[in-house]
């Protein structure tokens, strides 16, 4: 993995990551607009900042695949954002609102891919990316809802059948291609319940169980811009995988199965090509192998287990902390952005973060973390990527 920084002259930071093989490099970027400004002026810091970025790198033939922005208002700020919430971009664009921990009003996570040869083909289908190449097809879904009702088990459940039932249009099952999700709920602390007893129950319908696997997944608080909206969901699944080449991480040294306390997902993911593999870090918080909370209380232990549980479900998947090509840090309490910064700083100051204020599903969780990681490998029973 390779690591750089690119100031722009109007303070915009680009802080990115880039795993370069074979047919494709992978590019993982966190864009930070100058504070102090609109929020306005932070968005077209950030456009403006993605495409110099490309010209500086020469990426010409790059694909921009998923954006992520994080809004500290999103009631406020959707009117300026309409153009990317309504995929004007051609690309998958998931807006949330969890606001930027450092007081900017946005912040910006791309992945973007600049492929070398072969042809590739996108499409954009409602609120879903497609991009085939190479055998495969990689869906990115973003920004999946439900008003129906004012409640959170009924809206999930609308929102996984919706899913479930545009996967089978593609023949994808949930079971065999969906590889991750995110799951923002307004209000977490009275609504997280309904949401997990929805997808527990739809997950068991689709042949989703602890003696099968679940799904690489975090559930954190989010708000989308629709007011009624109690859950959305963003996710990504695989067409033209096998079996074979996934693997899911249990770390039962550090950790508990999820179904032990009533949930349902893996605590990561892994996806083998001929050339990589991808490893999907499930948000992640302090937690023993018999499902407690450590260190209540405690940012600073509780943050060091956090990395210890992450490095354990790294090191399963033949991956380390140097592998990483973005991480999302989710705080409880604003309180603890010194803290969390001189950490980063400390241990991990290369990998593109974005530190987010988003409550974790147990109140007593200060923290939690999710990254992705990237490391080669040279496997001729798969294409590559």
């Avoid at 047919?23 to 110099?52: H, K, M, W």
């Avoid at 199965?257 to 990589?276: C, I, K, L």
Wanted: hydrophobic share 40%; proline share 3%.
């Amino acid at each position: 993995m390779e690591f750089g920084k690119i100031n722009t002259s109007e303070g915009t930071q680009v802080c990115y990551s880039v795993f370069r093989r074979n047919t494709a490099d992978e590019y993982n970027l966190v864009i930070t607009p100058p504070p102090g400004t609109s929020a306005a002026v932070q968005f077209n810091c950030i456009e403006q900042a993605a495409l110099r970025f490309a010209e500086e790198l020469h990426l010409g033939h790059a694909v921009i695949v998923f954006q992520r922005f994080f809004a500290s208002d999103i009631a406020n700020q959707a009117s300026f954002l309409e153009p990317v919430l309504n995929f004007n971009g051609g690309t998958s664009v998931s807006v949330i609102q969890q606001p930027p921990a450092e007081r900017n009003k946005l912040l910006a996570w791309i992945y973007l891919i600049d492929f070398h040869q072969d042809p590739v083909e996108v499409q954009l289908n409602g609120r879903s990316f497609h991009l085939s190449h190479n055998g495969y097809r990689h869906i990115y879904t973003s920004g999946l809802i439900s008003t129906a009702t004012d409640n959170s088990f009924l809206q999930m459940e609308a929102i996984l059948e919706d899913y479930t039932g545009m996967l089978g249009r593609e023949a994808l099952t949930l079971e065999a291609n969906c590889i991750r999700t995110w799951l923002f709920v307004r209000d977490i602390d009275n609504n997280y319940s309904g949401m997990v007893k929805a997808r527990n129950m739809v997950f068991e319908r689709e042949g989703l169980s602890h003696d099968t696997h679940f799904i690489a997944s975090t559930g954190i608080e989010g708000q989308s811009e629709v007011a009624h909206s109690l859950v959305n969901m963003d996710a990504y699944a695989i067409g033209g995988i096998s079996r074979d080449q996934l693997i899911f991480l249990k770390a039962y040294t550090h950790l508990s199965p999820t179904h032990d306390y009533g949930v349902a997902f893996e605590r990561g993911t892994a996806v083998d090509y001929g050339d990589r593999r991808h490893v999907f870090i499930s948000g992640t918080a302090s937690i023993d192998h018999k499902g407690r909370i450590l260190h209540l209380n405690d940012i600073e232990k509780q943050t060091q287990r956090t990395f210890e549980n992450i490095g354990t479900l790294l090191e399963e998947a033949g991956a380390s902390m140097e592998d990483v090509a973005s991480m999302i840090v989710y705080l409880r309490d604003l309180a603890d952005t010194g803290f969390i910064r001189t950490f980063l700083n400390l241990h991990y100051p290369e990998v593109p973060v974005v530190v987010a204020i988003a409550p974790v599903c147990r109140p007593g969780w200060l923290v939690e973390v999710e990254c992705t990681a990237v490391v080669t490998t040279n496997n001729p029973d798969f294409g590559n990527y």
